[in-house]
């Protein structure tokens, strides 16, 4: 089996990131077939998605050491518990959608997943929405604290 120590994270990093955005735009495409879309672009559903690595050795460990590096250098930060691993919007979607950053962010995973890595996605939805008035028209947007 492949660990993190066993991959090149340039070359795996790359490759992720690619299945990302063809998921993202998959997952766009797919939803205005079925749906017609609407004036935004994207689903109306806001929030978070991301990425979480657990290294399989601890992080005082030489091995756990070397872990750690291979995953910053695929751009991931340590998570608020300080053993696990994220990279947010794994994707780059610059848009507000959940539904667009999971899609994204399950093909990096399952890219992760394949070189034997323990990879999944984990979001969060951001339930506060307002109203913008501007220009004698209002949209519905969410608001970002």
């Known amino acids: 089996m492949t660990t993190l120590l066993n991959i090149d994270a ?17 997952f766009l495409t797919k939803w205005k077939e079925a749906t017609g879309g609407n004036e935004y672009g994207e689903p109306m559903y ?4 991301w990425v979480q ?5 601890k992080g005082n460990t030489r091995l756990g050491k070397q872990e750690r590096t ?18 947010w ?6 848009g507000q959608s959940m539904d667009v950053k999971e899609a994204a962010c399950g093909a990096y995973a399952s890219v992760l997943n394949s070189y034997g890595v323990r990879a ?7 339930l506060a929405v307002g109203i913008i ?13």
């Open 70 to 87: 291979v995953l910053e250098a695929m751009g991931f930060s340590k998570d608020w518990t300080g053993k696990s691993y994220q990279l």
């Open 53 to 57: 690595v657990t290294p399989e050795n």
């Open 10 to 26: 340039n070359t795996v990093a790359t490759q992720a990131t690619n299945a990302a955005n063809i998921a993202k735009d998959a």
């Open 120 to 126: 999944s996605v984990g979001s969060k939805s951001r």
């Open 46 to 49: 806001c929030g978070f998605g």
């Open 133 to 145: 008035y501007g220009r004698g028209a209002s949209r519905n947007v969410c608001l970002f604290s």
């Open 89 to 94: 919007n794994a994707g780059g979607y610059n």
